[in-house]
């Protein structure tokens, strides 16, 4: 229970970083995966698609925001 908030407090404050700095590019491909990773952590899914989708947007090829899109429209309750 901890370890999660503490897990959650981290993604907060990595997501105002990640925005921060896609306020001062927004064409930066690695500061928008930030914002999609920190926005999973902290149970923004909307916001990481949409992050996710920007980066793709920019850039059809990148390899982690096709991933991060994929894992993240995954059917709920299918285990592997």
Known sequence: QRSQVAAVGEGQKALAA??????????????????????????YDASAVAAYEE??????????????????QRPIGVKK
Do not use: H, Y
């Open 55 to 72: 980066v793709l947007r920019i850039n059809p090829k990148n390899r982690p925001a096709r991933e991060g899109l994929k894992w993240l």
């Open 18 to 43: 990640f925005d921060k700095a896609c306020g001062l590019d927004p064409q930066n491909e690695l500061a928008l995966l930030g914002r999609g990773v920190a926005s999973v952590m902290t149970g």
